[in-house]
């Protein structure tokens, strides 16, 4: 028999796959605004959203570049951008958002446009990609059927000298003197 309280909780949100990390990260940013300010206070008075739209984004680009921490009190930047999005998120669901949003539904649907031209960049680079490595393999099979009829010929031909130099290798230049710049044959 199972726990009658079990079936009234299962119906409940489960709050604890919030993990603990990124609550106390959230939390102390949080702690630290409730010291400098009061605690919930854009619940007593209205805030914009844009000035927090702005902070969060500015704590995201301090973590992307790689600072961990805020400069002045050491709370965690990832933990300031929770904790900015908790007071939008508490201000809008208490009615005191001042909602200065500029909204664009034609700048939305171009980021979820973006999508399919993500996608056609990628095929067309994966294409190329492709196309590259096609051509490499046929060069090599190229390089390796003249190679195999160099030695062929080298075979048929005994007491023949033989440049067994690799292809595309440089002629050397010795003393200034170059074989392809005298006159061949070297008679009249």
């Known amino acids: ?8 909780g299962d119906k409940k949100p489960p709050l604890a796959y919030i993990p603990l990390s990124a609550q106390l990260a959230e ?3 949080l702690f ?5 300010y009061e605690p919930l206070n854009w619940r007593d008075t209205p805030v914009e959203a844009m000035t927090y739209v702005e902070a969060a ?4 680009q301090l973590w992307k570049v790689g600072e961990e921490l805020t400069r002045d009190t050491l709370v965690k930047n990832l933990g300031a951008v929770k904790a900015c999005c908790t007071i939008l998120i508490d201000a809008q669901a208490h009615g005191t958002l001042i909602d200065n949003r ?10 979820h446009e973006g999508e399919e031209w993500v996608e056609r960049l990628k095929a067309v680079h ?6 590259r490595q096609e051509a490499e393999r046929l060069k090599a099979e190229k390089d390796e059927v ?3 009829q160099f030695e062929e010929l080298s075979e048929s031909l005994p007491g023949m000298p033989v440049n067994d130099t690799p292809l595309g290798t440089p002629i050397p230049v010795v003393d200034g003197f170059s074989p392809l710049k005298e006159k061949f044959p070297p008679w009249p």
């Open 1 to 8: 028999m199972s726990n009658p309280k079990q079936a009234f």
């Open 27 to 29: 939390l102390e940013a």
């Open 146 to 148: 003249i190679a195999r």
């Open 126 to 131: 994966q294409e190329r990609l492709r196309q």
């Open 57 to 60: 984004f500015r704590h995201l």
């Open 102 to 111: 500029r909204k664009s539904p034609v700048e939305a649907d171009l980021l």
């Open 32 to 36: 630290d605004g409730m010291l400098k």
